[in-house]
Nanobody, 115 residues
Framework: QVQLLESGGGLVQPGGSLRLSCAAS????????MTWVRQAPGKGPEWVSGIYLWSGTTYYADSVKGRFTVSRDNAKNTLYLEMNNLKPEDTALYYC????????WGKGTLVTVSS
């Protein structure tokens, strides 16, 4: 069955960095675009970034553009999100999801940005 497992979250000070990972299994990872979504406390889900198939074309929300970088390693079936210059407003539960339609989601990894 399709499984997505995020990791790498934690507590970081403003201006710090984190690298999130999403290990995928149960499907042919290289055949799918992948998406990062986040949900801050008390708010709805927010699309963060996407990376599309072999072309590696990437897209970012304006709120993270220039600070976050999405990448994928198809040999390892893993999706990454490198997050730099983190801000308190980046505090959220971060999810990876399969495809542009996001038909499967992981359980998320918590990122807390606080001094």
């Amino acid at each position: 069955q399709v499984q997505l497992l995020e990791s790498g979250g934690g507590l970081v000070q403003p201006g710090g960095s984190l690298r999130l990972s999403c290990a995928a299994s149960g499907f042919t990872f290289s055949n799918y675009a992948m998406t990062w979504v986040r949900q801050a406390p008390g708010k709805g889900p927010e699309w963060v970034s996407g990376i599309y198939l072999w072309s590696g074309t990437t897209y970012y929300a304006d709120s993270v553009k220039g600070r976050f970088t999405v990448s994928r390693d198809n040999a390892k079936n893993t999706l990454y999100l490198e997050m730099n210059n983190l801000k308190p407003e980046d505090t959220a539960l971060y999810y990876c999801a399969r495809g542009r339609i996001m038909d499967y989601w992981g359980k998320g990894t918590l990122v807390t940005v606080s001094s």
